[in-house]
């Protein structure tokens, strides 16, 4: 099954922020428009009804003379001229957003019914105001500033830079709350390749709480660590303490034991205890590798000089010259020494009693795949995960040689730990396919080995 993709830690801290702090600025601009526009525009419209007011009263109670004069000083003093209202004065009204609807109901509130207000009247703009005198009606044109606007572009460029800064708050606080966990994850992953040393957390963290995290988990490595080589000591220790009663064994049974076939027999067996301590030892051993550009071909064929003299074993190999990949040729020869061996155990083809081994390479962009293939049984699908697994022994088709259960678990831990991939799987025709995917090295570091055939690799069927 593939994992479900969902968010780091990281993004869903900073989507959370993000989200609290979006919140946080519209409720702050709701108070603000209840607090502030209000009051405002309600001001705004107060200020230009009563200049109106004021203007008609002095209009009213003034002679026609006088009338006149007064227009005259309002428009020299105060930049408000006052015109007649005839019937066919063209007026444009206010656009939606240059003028609150607000004031507009509060100043129609103020005047009276028939109050109205206009962008521009006969092709001259500014801020007309129409009003009654008795039966007489009029044009109060106001300079534009007097109308106070409440909202606008500034409002909405500060709101942006508010969001702005918020979200970029929101990022530095989600980085600095994970970035404890990043490093406790990048330590787990270290400690779990069997990197030790590089999974050290800092013991000195200002937060109580991560600073406890820390030196515990700095403690648990280095317990783990300890179990690691005691472990290894161990079994180290076991191996070289067994050789010994082994090889007296061995001599033993040369010199006392008269029968040929009771000889053999114990030899063999013998021999069968030996090389489960070497697989011991192999499954012990420390996880590090020195890689380097390793030319596949001559690995193979130095495993296949070691079983060319087998009879019941049959190999088909398919590698393009100058095929190279980054590894350490040791542990390489290992694992496709194990394979062989595994192959010539457990994948013989039932009519001829012979192992036929299929051996493939090609490159395939920065990988090289490797597919060592026998024609036997196959093995159960609910099996396959497991035997890679330490000391598991698949059915009994596949068991009837003895061994450690070791084999295929060394070859998973060493491809592992020569940065590549292991996997097993059934074919359609019959048989068992090991399928390694390894690195392929930089053309600089073949090159600083050998000139590289170019050759077409053959595919793996």
């Given at each position: 099954?593939?994992?479900?993709?969902?968010?780091?830690?990281?993004?869903?801290?900073?989507?959370?922020?993000?989200?609290?702090?979006?919140?946080?600025?519209?409720?702050?601009?709701?108070?603000?428009?209840?607090?502030?526009?209000?009051?405002?525009?309600?001001?705004?419209?107060?200020?230009?009804?009563?200049?109106v007011n004021l203007s008609r009263a002095a209009l009213i109670?003034?002679?026609?003379?006088?009338?006149?004069?007064?227009?005259?000083?309002?428009?020299?003093?105060?930049?408000?001229?006052?015109?007649?209202?005839?019937?066919?004065?063209?007026?444009?009204?206010?656009?939606?957003?240059?003028?609150?609807?607000?004031?507009?109901?509060?100043?129609?509130?103020?005047?009276?019914?028939?109050?109205?207000?206009?962008?521009?009247?006969?092709?001259?703009?500014?801020?007309?105001?129409?009003?009654?005198?008795?039966?007489?009606?009029?044009?109060?044109?106001?300079?534009?500033?007097?109308?106070?606007?409440?909202?606008?572009?500034?409002?909405?460029?500060?709101?942006?830079?508010?969001?702005?800064?918020?979200?970029?708050?929101?990022?530095?606080?989600?980085?600095?709350?994970?970035?404890?966990?990043?490093?406790?994850?990048?330590?787990?992953?270290?400690?779990?390749?069997?990197?030790?040393?590089?999974?050290?957390?800092?013991?000195?963290?200002?937060?109580?709480?991560?600073?406890?995290?820390?030196?515990?988990?700095?403690?648990?490595?280095?317990?783990?660590?300890?179990?690691?080589?005691?472990?290894?000591?161990?079994?180290?220790?076991?191996?070289?303490?067994?050789?010994?009663?082994?090889?007296?064994?061995?001599?033993?049974?040369?010199?006392?034991?008269?029968?040929?076939?009771?000889?053999?027999?114990?030899?063999?067996?013998?021999?069968?205890?030996?090389?489960?301590?070497?697989?011991?030892?192999?499954?012990?051993?420390?996880?590090?590798?020195?890689?380097?550009?390793?030319?596949?071909?001559?690995?193979?064929?130095?495993?296949?000089?070691?079983?060319?003299?087998?009879?019941?074993?049959?190999?088909?190999?398919?590698?393009?010259?100058?095929?190279?990949?980054?590894?350490?040729?040791?542990?390489?020869?290992?694992?496709?020494?194990?394979?062989?061996?595994?192959?010539?155990?457990?994948?013989?083809?039932?009519?001829?009693?012979?192992?036929?081994?299929?051996?493939?390479?090609?490159?395939?962009?920065?990988?090289?795949?490797?597919?060592?293939?026998?024609?036997?049984?196959?093995?159960?699908?609910?099996?396959?995960?497991?035997?890679?697994?330490?000391?598991?022994?698949?059915?009994?088709?596949?068991?009837?040689?003895?061994?450690?259960?070791?084999?295929?678990?060394?070859?998973?831990?060493?491809?592992?730990?020569?940065?590549?991939?292991?996997?097993?799987?059934?074919?359609?025709?019959?048989?068992?396919?090991?399928?390694?995917?390894?690195?392929k090295p930089k053309a600089a570091a073949t090159q600083s080995?050998?000139?590289?055939?170019?050759?077409?690799?053959?595919?793996?069927?």
């Amino acid at each position: 099954m593939r994992p479900r993709v969902g968010l780091s830690l990281f993004w869903r801290t900073f989507f959370l922020l993000s989200l609290l702090l979006v919140g946080s600025i519209v409720a702050w601009l709701q108070t603000f428009r209840a607090l502030e526009f209000e009051p405002r525009a309600v001001q705004t419209a107060q200020q230009i009804a009563s200049l109106v007011n004021l203007s008609r009263a002095a209009l009213i109670h003034s002679d026609s003379i006088n009338r006149v004069s007064l227009i005259k000083t309002l428009a020299d003093s105060e930049g408000v001229r006052i015109l007649p209202r005839e019937p066919n004065d063209k007026s444009a009204p206010f656009t939606e957003g240059e003028v609150d609807q607000r004031v507009l109901d509060e100043l129609v509130n103020r005047l009276g019914p028939g109050t109205v207000m206009a962008a521009s009247v006969n092709g001259e703009e500014g801020l007309w105001v129409g009003f009654k005198i008795d039966a007489d009606r009029y044009w109060m044109l106001l300079d534009r500033s007097r109308l106070t606007k409440v909202g606008g572009r500034t409002w909405l460029i500060w709101l942006i830079t508010a969001a702005g800064l918020s979200l970029a708050g929101a990022a530095l606080i989600a980085r600095l709350i994970n970035r404890p966990l990043k490093q406790l994850s990048f330590a787990a992953s270290r400690v779990r390749d069997g990197d030790f040393d590089a999974s050290r957390l800092d013991e000195k963290a200002v937060t109580s709480e991560i600073r406890e995290v820390n030196i515990g988990f700095n403690r648990m490595a280095q317990q783990l660590a300890k179990i690691e080589q005691d472990r290894a000591v161990m079994l180290a220790g076991i191996s070289h303490d067994l050789r010994t009663p082994l090889a007296r064994l061995r001599l033993e049974t040369e010199m006392s034991v008269a029968d040929q076939d009771a000889r053999d027999h114990m030899a063999a067996d013998i021999d069968q205890l030996d090389a489960i301590i070497d697989k011991f030892l192999d499954y012990a051993r420390p996880d590090h590798a020195e890689l380097k550009p390793v030319l596949l071909n001559d690995v193979i064929e130095a495993c296949l000089y070691a079983v060319q003299e087998q009879g019941d074993m049959k190999i088909n190999l398919d590698v393009s010259k100058g095929l190279y990949v980054l590894a350490d040729e040791v542990e390489l020869a290992r694992v496709i020494s194990n394979l062989l061996e595994n192959a010539r155990r457990y994948g013989k083809t039932p009519e001829t009693g012979i192992a036929i081994v299929d051996i493939a390479a090609r490159a395939r962009n920065e990988w090289v795949l490797l597919k060592v293939r026998d024609h036997g049984m196959g093995v159960a699908p609910d099996a396959l995960p497991n035997l890679i697994k330490p000391f598991f022994r698949g059915d009994a088709a596949r068991t009837a040689a003895t061994g450690a259960g070791l084999g295929l678990a060394i070859v998973d831990k060493t491809v592992q730990r020569m940065g590549g991939i292991f996997a097993l799987a059934n074919t359609t025709t019959g048989g068992l396919a090991a399928h390694i995917k390894l690195q392929k090295p930089k053309a600089a570091a073949t090159q600083s080995v050998g000139p590289e055939l170019r050759s077409e690799p053959a595919s793996i069927h």
